[in-house]
């Protein structure tokens, strides 16, 4: 069976070389991907076949590469991921048009009724999952329409895309992943740069909850083609990416048992309840009042950070391969606790603002229960490229936090 394994994946990002590892370490199989250009992450690398193609994020391209690569391929079990929310969005809407893959994600109709945020904030209301106080617009408000006393909550306040997928369309200078808006007169400007740019859906107004990067959990589902929720994992950010378009990035997690969150199990509900499969990803963030956890948003797809799942053991090659069809309806919930990094640990330790969360991973560093997603020996083992260009991406990390991310302490 391992032998007629083939992983495809439309990206070329951190999350496709998360991915591309966790079937190497499971399988010992190479991936194949597909990209617009080379990126750092998968660059050189010994486990991945990448392949530049300018516009595979044209639907036609897409149909038309990926049918003949699976016509080159008979035979094989190829099973494909998006590893963006415009690829994994594309693969969502044509998967029927795809047969010869086993694509595990969510069914197309069930996509345009939660992939986007004000959507799913509607679902939220029915299952108990608590959000940030939230505002939707669809056009660019007056001021007066959106003052502290209109919105219900002070400023400053969070401006954000409903749909990441059509915002990433409509590029222009400035362009952010979120906005923090300091006034009314700022909260139009954001909205008018948006508009103007030719981004078509809501815009969400939120309430800033309180807090740094520590206050934040990420949580990783994988449901199977029943519809089964089969497996979940937590984890404690120690660090997110700081940089305009990189902004809520997990860079550092300590992932943590699920059982010890109640929301987990809503979440679940939701996610059966909805008929929901394959791979599904939460943003999620403490306010430091109790039990009160806000959920920010669901992506259809693994996260960027996917190898914080499979490096506390719960490889996410296997949960898609093995639990996909398997007829089963068990549902592991990680108790493991591990510290995952991309960005070099001296890095998480020093702008973690959490200090008992920096002794966790500190602790779990020395026990060897540590992972870094780009260290992987396998690929760098006998190939400088590899090397020379991971040991540069980590060192443009510490610029990168000194530049957008200086300490608060």
């Not at 149909?63 to 590893?83: I, N, P, T, W």
């Not at 969502?92 to 969510?106: C, E, T, V």
């Not at 059509?166 to 006034?183: H, I, L, Q, R, S």
Request: aromatic share 12%; with cysteine; hydrophobic share 40%.
């Amino acid at each position: 069976m391992e032998k007629s394994i083939i992983p495809v994946f439309l990206g070329a990002d951190l999350n496709c070389y998360n991915f591309a590892r966790a079937f190497h370490e499971a399988y010992g199989v190479k991936s194949y991907a597909f990209g617009r250009y080379e990126i750092s992450a998968t660059k050189y690398s010994k486990i991945i076949n990448f392949k530049v193609v300018p516009d595979i994020d044209n639907e036609d391209t897409m149909l038309r590469v990926l049918s003949a690569f699976a016509e080159e391929h008979k035979g094989a079990k190829m099973y494909l991921f998006g590893c963006t929310d415009d690829y994994a969005a594309m693969i969502i809407r044509r998967k029927a048009d795809l047969p010869q893959f086993i694509a595990p994600s969510p069914a197309a109709d069930l996509y345009t009724s939660i992939q986007k945020k004000a959507e799913f904030y509607e679902i939220c209301e029915k299952f108990g999952i608590p959000y940030p106080d939230t505002v939707v617009l669809s056009d660019v408000p007056e001021e007066g329409a959106v003052t502290a006393e209109a919105l219900g909550f002070e400023y400053p306040i969070v401006v954000k895309p409903s749909s990441s997928v059509d915002y990433w369309k409509f590029p222009f200078d400035g362009m952010k992943k979120v906005y923090f808006a300091k006034d009314p007169a700022d909260t139009v400007r954001i909205s008018k740069e948006i508009y103007a740019a030719g981004y078509p859906d809501r815009l969400i107004l939120q309430k800033v909850v309180p807090g740094g990067d520590s206050h934040m959990r990420v949580l990783t589902a994988f449901s199977d083609e029943n519809g089964k929720v089969r497996a979940m994992c937590l984890g404690h950010t120690m660090i997110e990416e700081h940089t305009p378009k990189g902004l809520g990035n997990h860079a550092a997690i300590v992932t943590e048992p699920v059982k010890n969150y109640a929301f987990a199990e809503n979440i679940k509900n939701m996610l059966e309840a909805l008929h929901y499969t394959g791979f599904s990803n939460f943003d999620i963030k403490y306010t430091g009042e109790g039990d009160d956890f806000r959920v920010f948003e669901i992506n259809l797809r693994q996260g960027r950070s996917n190898f914080y799942v499979t490096s506390c053991g719960m490889n996410i090659a296997r949960l898609a391969v093995e639990k996909w069809n398997d007829g089963g309806n068990d549902c592991i919930l990680n108790e493991n606790v591990h510290f995952w990094r991309f960005v070099p640990s001296a890095v998480a330790f020093e702008y973690t603002e959490d200090k008992a969360l920096v002794e966790t991973a500190k602790k779990l560093k020395k026990e060897g229960k540590s992972t870094s997603s780009l260290l992987y020996k396998y690929d760098l083992r006998l190939n400088p490229l590899r090397t020379v260009c991971v040991l540069e991406m980590l060192r443009r990390q510490k610029k990168k936090f000194k530049t957008y991310y200086p300490k608060s302490n």
